[in-house]
């Protein structure tokens, strides 16, 4: 049975996972690199280059620094505490980063992306569909039903979700949500693997501190860090061999 880093099997103390944190960046950063030089499609050379890919790792940087935060606070678990700047600032690292690190694998096969016509309404003739429904508004309008501004509110909303559905998601502009359901339709990864993605994306969102959100515990951040670490293996691992790609 395969033990992974990220199940939380495997001994890991914070200095060691900065260390995995960075190791790990730098090599994702000359990999994908090298790789992405042999694609076929312009698209994926335009998106993933060395200025995208240093930011990155630049972002992974200032992560693996404040992960040292985790030594001295750690303890805040047994007391149930739940409200520690520097782990909200981590888990908003880390959901930025495993946000483009999934960008990034959909932008290298942007070729299967794009054919997926991810959330885009097929065969659909849009004017023929939004004219009578602006009609009906305008219609609404004039029997007082509803007033004038917010018939304009309606049509703008209309033309908002008509456009939403048929126009490309450029993949550089996905959020992380979306993404996750976008892996889980295409069944890329397994429900182990898309329960910590959920995790990430739901104590990212912690960054909405006027609303109440509970914020997971330091362990429940050590693993999830380790997982991203094996995200990074994960996309290296499904990239075509250079040999047979060029």
Known sequence: ?????????????????????????????????????????????????????????????AMSEDLQMGYFYEHED????????????????????????????????????????????????????????????????????ISAAQGRTLKEAIKSKIKEHTVEHPVQRIMLDEIIKYYTAMDLMDKTELVYLKTIQSNRNGIHSFENRPIGTWTDLQYCVRFWCYLLEWILNRLPDIPDYS
């Open 1 to 61: 049975m395969t033990e992974y880093l990220w199940a939380g099997e495997m001994d890991c103390d914070w200095e060691e996972l900065e260390e995995k944190v960075n190791n790990t960046a730098s090599r994702f950063y000359d990999e994908m690199l090298e790789i992405v030089q042999h694609s076929p499609y312009e698209k994926s050379r335009e998106l993933i280059n060395k200025e995208s890919m240093a930011r990155f790792v630049d972002i992974a940087m």
């Open 78 to 145: 047994i007391e149930n505490k739940n409200s520690n700047a520097y782990k909200l600032t981590i888990w908003i690292l880390l959901g930025s980063l495993t946000e483009s690190a999934l960008q990034m694998f959909l932008a290298f096969y942007i070729d299967d992306y794009e054919n997926s016509k991810w959330q885009q309404w097929e065969e659909i003739k849009a004017d023929e569909i939004k004219t009578p429904i602006m009609d009906a508004i305008n219609r609404l309008v004039e029997k007082e039903s």
